[in-house]
């Protein structure tokens, strides 16, 4: 299937590993031209030259961390100076550390908003602009099955989510007449170094192992097995496609069935 993705412009936000390197590699495979970021500047690079090396893309990339608005703002300036325009905006970030409710103090809840919920919005403004004037855009936001199904625990990525979650369902309204769509990408238990963290995490709290956290996932999930990143990858690039102009406003899980709500 032509995507009709050849030429396009993708950023794709916190992609040196784990769910972004995947989304980079996969809408890179499909013809984009790709502009990447991360805040570990060699393994950024690293990261880009495979991308390039594998799929035959042009690939930028630019040191920055999405938590800052002036990162934003120089990554974005960098994605308009290699080519003119950003098609396609992937927001992602780095996961909040575990918590409950009182364990959490407020500097990791601004820390978490800034991570997850402004970062989101800054990326979104300084590309939508754009956007509008050409009649074309796709705007992605990788969040989580926790804004369905919140996760014990997780107290941050819980709320935080679920915050991207309602500005994305308001902006897809605000944006779908000029072209642009607005959906959300729910990836579940992934093998990523994410879920490495949180396998640890869980284990130094219930004093098990981390192989215990990763049986008791496969019991949950129906398909029995943990996600590759490939897989929500694939979702990403089909939503960035033309073939995907009449849908918007959507929050799509990638979880092998285990939200078990219908919606």
């Given at each position: 299937m032509d995507l009709g993705l050849r030429d396009k412009v993708a950023l794709v936000a916190a992609s040196s590993r784990g769910l972004g390197y995947a989304i980079a590699h996969e809408l890179g495979a499909e013809g984009a031209a790709i502009v990447m970021c991360a805040r570990d500047e060699r393994r950024l690079a690293e990261a880009a030259r495979e991308i390039a090396s594998a799929t035959g893309a042009r690939v930028v990339s630019v040191a920055a961390d999405v938590a800052r608005p002036a990162d934003v703002s120089n990554l974005v300036g960098r994605a308009l100076e290699a080519f003119g325009r950003v098609d396609v905006l992937v927001t992602n970030s780095g996961g909040p550390p575990p918590g409950t409710f009182e364990s959490t103090s407020l500097e990791a809840w601004q820390a978490a908003v800034d991570i997850l919920l402004t970062s989101a919005i800054e990326l979104s403004r300084a590309v939508l602009p754009g956007m509008k004037q050409r009649r074309f855009g796709r705007i992605l936001n990788v969040t989580s099955i926790t804004v369905k199904q919140p996760i014990d625990n997780l107290i941050l990525s819980n709320a935080l989510r679920a915050a991207v979650t309602g500005m994305a369902r308001t902006l897809a309204n605000e944006v779908a007449s000029f072209g642009i769509t607005v959906n959300n990408l729910l990836p579940?238990?992934?093998?990523?170094?994410?879920?490495?963290?949180?396998?640890?995490?869980?284990?130094?709290?219930?004093?098990?192992?981390?192989?215990?956290?990763?049986?008791?996932?496969?019991?949950?999930?129906?398909?029995?097995?943990?996600?590759?990143?490939?897989?929500?990858a694939a979702l990403c690039a089909f939503l960035a496609s033309e073939r995907a102009s009449y849908i918007t406003g959507q929050s799509i899980a990638v979880d092998g069935g285990w939200i078990k709500g219908l919606f």
């Open positions: 579940g238990y992934t093998r990523t170094e994410r879920l490495t963290e949180l396998a640890t995490a869980t284990a130094s709290r219930t004093g098990g192992a981390p192989a215990d956290f990763y049986e008791r996932l496969e019991r949950e999930i129906p398909a029995r097995r943990l996600g590759e990143p490939r897989e929500l």
